[in-house]
């Protein structure tokens, strides 16, 4: 996807260009850097000064060419932050206004309704009036509509921010799972780390407007441009981990590391699927240079320093244990420890400190 | 209250005119003010101006515009006559005086309810492959309805009002073109007080029901 774009908004100008292969690309950023402006450009709302967008190598918009389709042609299925379900429509007739697209313009197989809405579990939901969902079920049937769309790309618009956290927690396995059953590309807007690190494989950070950093989430969020954009309670850890055992008794269950490591987490009952996502706070990981003996926490894990990055008295510091870990210190602890690359550390983790989705 | 053929006549020949006026102007009205809603073009504040100029201008004045332009003596009067369709002095005349008047009221009511639908639902509509056509249908008109017909009661009430530019169009002859505010007028001056009064309670009960009407749709459509 190729998305180069000057817009002028009324405190900076948009001015975007990048080239990127992803299925689920985040586009993150704090509120008001031009996260939606750039998404409503995508789908043809809005007007580009100058630029040039092209999917799968056909050409939405140029400058150059004279090109600009419009929103109707563009096959981009829209799911804005509010939402934006008809509220005179039942649940049913919204999910269904934009299947009568002849899906060859945009994709070789339709996508059925029955399919979307086991998926996104709506089936109980149908005849109910839109105005009588809670959030998340006005989320979910949204998303069901643009994905009947049968579009070329579904563009997500922070489709969790007005949810509670409870509720996130529940919506982020149904937008993984439209990831991996439905395999429409996706760009997804938001300012939440968690949901970049868990849905993206592709990452592109803008602020006020401009591109600070893009590239693979983990890597692209390490560097110093990226940590000193991230509020204070938002850098987190996420591994794909194998389900290995549950002991309820002990209240803690068993998972492994891609790399062979296993750590402990608190219980849940075997999921269904044996992969699953895990996630702990950089704020949440002990640094120790000798192995800590008599401590209550469950996971302590040996490891090497790769890498310190400081900025304004605090370090992230990332080591590698099988799998890398972030850990962010004060750059007093980095002095009294002498971390340094290379340092033999060893990561200490509560087992309640790690949540999974 | 037994109501004499007269008033019965008057009453029903207001009502139906005024109810002609308001289906013949809804459609136009409609798509005016979804032009003004909606979209941007040249010289859009000097059409809105003048569509909304005869709900300022003395009607009389507005009236005697229409008779200019309609009167036999003008090339599109004597056009009209040629193909044999009269508008002065009868009952047409009474139906172009009401749309002309009422007019500007329908199309700033329905305005404002266009411009209270919130352009996104239409512009989502759009990705998901909707024709224009079928996000006015389906969308636009839908989600604006109350205020329009709210418009069109607020309209029809304006035209049953019409007085100075019906007289001046369509003159005020009993029986043919004598609409319940010209009859009063007639009735006053003739020294028919009671039967003036009689139509005085009629109109203000119309205009009441439809005022009531509109305010209440107008009312119901906000907090949807």
């Known amino acids: 996807m190729l998305l180069r774009c000057q817009i002028p908004l009324p405190h900076f100008d948009l001015d975007v260009d990048v080239a990127f292969d992803a299925?689920?690309?985040?586009?993150?950023?704090?509120?008001?850097?031009?996260?939606?402006?750039?998404?409503?450009?995508?789908?043809?709302?809005?007007?580009?000064?100058?630029?040039?967008?092209?999917?799968?190598?056909?050409?939405?918009?140029?400058?150059?060419r004279g090109i600009n389709r419009t929103p109707r042609e563009r096959g981009i299925g829209y799911v804005p932050q509010e939402g934006a379900l008809f509220p005179h429509l039942s649940v049913r007739k919204n999910i269904l206004f934009g299947a009568g697209r002849s899906a060859d313009i945009s994709r070789?197989?339709?996508?059925?309704?029955?399919?979307?809405?086991?998926?996104?579990?709506?089936?109980?939901l149908l005849d109910r009036p839109v105005t009588k969902l809670s959030g998340g079920e006005a989320q979910r049937v949204a998303l069901a509509r643009a994905i009947l769309s049968q579009p070329r790309l579904l563009l997500l618009d922070e489709p969790l921010a007005s949810l509670d956290i409870g509720l996130k927690e529940k919506i982020l396995p149904y937008l993984a799972r439209v990831r991996d059953e439905f395999r429409i590309p996706m760009i997804y807007v938001t300012h939440n780390l968690t949901e970049v690190l868990t849905l993206a494989d592709w990452v592109l950070m803008i602020r006020q407007g401009r591109l600070v950093t893009q590239g693979v989430p983990k890597e692209a969020l390490r560097s110093m441009h990226a940590?000193?954009?991230?509020?204070?309670?938002?850098?987190?850890?996420?591994?794909?981990?194998?389900?290995?055992?549950?002991?309820?008794?002990?209240?803690?269950?068993?998972?492994?590391?891609?790399?062979?490591?296993?750590?402990?987490?608190p219980y849940l009952p075997r999921p269904g699927n044996d992969t699953i996502q895990i996630r702990i706070s950089a704020d949440d990981i002990l640094v120790a240079i000798k192995r800590p003996e008599g401590i209550s926490a469950g996971n302590v894990l040996p490891g090497t320093v790769r890498r310190i990055d400081a900025i304004d008295g605090q370090a992230m510091v990332t080591v590698s244990a099988g799998d890398d870990?972030?850990?962010?210190?004060?750059?007093?602890?980095?002095?009294?420890?002498?971390?340094?690359?290379?340092?033999?550390?060893?990561?200490?983790?509560?087992?309640?400190?790690?949540?999974?989705? | 209250m037994i109501l004499?053929?007269?008033?019965?006549?008057?009453?029903?020949?207001?009502?139906?005119?005024?109810?002609?006026?308001?289906?013949?102007?809804?459609?136009?009205?409609?798509?005016?003010?979804?032009?003004?809603?909606?979209?941007?073009?040249?010289?859009?504040?000097?059409?809105?101006?003048?569509?909304?100029?005869?709900?300022?201008?003395?009607?009389?004045?507005?009236?005697?515009?229409?008779?200019k332009i309609f009167g036999r003596r003008s090339p599109f009067g004597q056009w009209l006559y040629d193909r044999g369709v009269?508008?002065?002095?009868?009952?047409?005349?009474?139906?172009?005086?009401?749309?002309?008047?009422?007019?500007?009221?329908?199309?700033?009511?329905?305005?404002?309810?266009?411009?209270?639908?919130?352009?996104?639902?239409?512009q989502i509509a759009a990705t998901l492959g909707a024709s224009s056509l079928r996000i006015f249908f389906v969308i636009t008109i839908p989600l604006a309805y109350k205020g329009i017909i709210a418009g069109a009661?607020?309209?029809?009430?304006?035209?049953?009002?019409?007085?100075?530019?019906?007289?001046?169009?369509?003159?005020?002859?009993?029986?043919?073109?004598?609409t319940l505010s010209l009859a009063i007028y007639s009735f006053v001056q003739l020294g028919k007080d009671s039967a003036a009064y009689t139509l005085l309670g009629i109109t203000v009960a119309l205009a009441f029901l439809f005022v009531w009407c509109s305010e209440w749709l107008l009312r119901s459509a906000k907090k949807t």
């Open chain 1, 23 to 64: 299925r689920v690309a985040s586009i993150f950023g704090p509120s008001g850097s031009g996260k939606t402006t750039l998404l409503d450009a995508i789908a043809g709302l809005r007007d580009i000064t100058a630029g040039e967008i092209e999917i799968d190598g056909s050409t939405l918009f140029s400058s150059a």
């Open chain 1, 108 to 124: 070789s197989k339709s996508i059925s309704v029955e399919h979307v809405v086991n998926v996104l579990e709506i089936g109980s």
């Open chain 1, 227 to 265: 940590i000193m954009q991230l509020p204070e309670d938002q850098f987190e850890n996420v591994f794909t981990v194998t389900f290995v055992e549950s002991d309820p008794e002990a209240g803690r269950t068993k998972v492994r590391l891609q790399a062979g490591q296993e750590l402990f987490i």
């Open chain 1, 325 to 357: 870990f972030y850990a962010r210190l004060t750059a007093s602890a980095v002095k009294r420890l002498g971390l340094v690359e290379e340092t033999p550390v060893f990561l200490i983790m509560k087992t309640r400190s790690f949540r999974s989705l």
């Open chain 2, 4 to 67: 004499s053929f007269e008033t019965w006549h008057i009453t029903v020949f207001s009502l139906s005119v005024g109810l002609a006026s308001t289906l013949l102007i809804l459609p136009f009205g409609i798509a005016m003010a979804w032009l003004f809603a909606r979209k941007e073009w040249p010289l859009k504040s000097v059409v809105e101006t003048i569509v909304l100029l005869p709900l300022v201008m003395p009607p009389v004045s507005t009236g005697l515009i229409l008779l």
């Open chain 2, 86 to 122: 009269e508008i002065v002095f009868n009952w047409k005349g009474v139906l172009i005086a009401m749309a002309v008047m009422s007019f500007p009221l329908l199309v700033r009511s329905v305005r404002t309810s266009f411009s209270e639908v919130n352009p996104r639902f239409e």
């Open chain 2, 153 to 178: 009661l607020l309209a029809f009430s304006r035209a049953l009002g019409e007085f100075g530019a019906t007289i001046l169009l369509a003159g005020n002859i009993p029986g043919k073109t004598q």
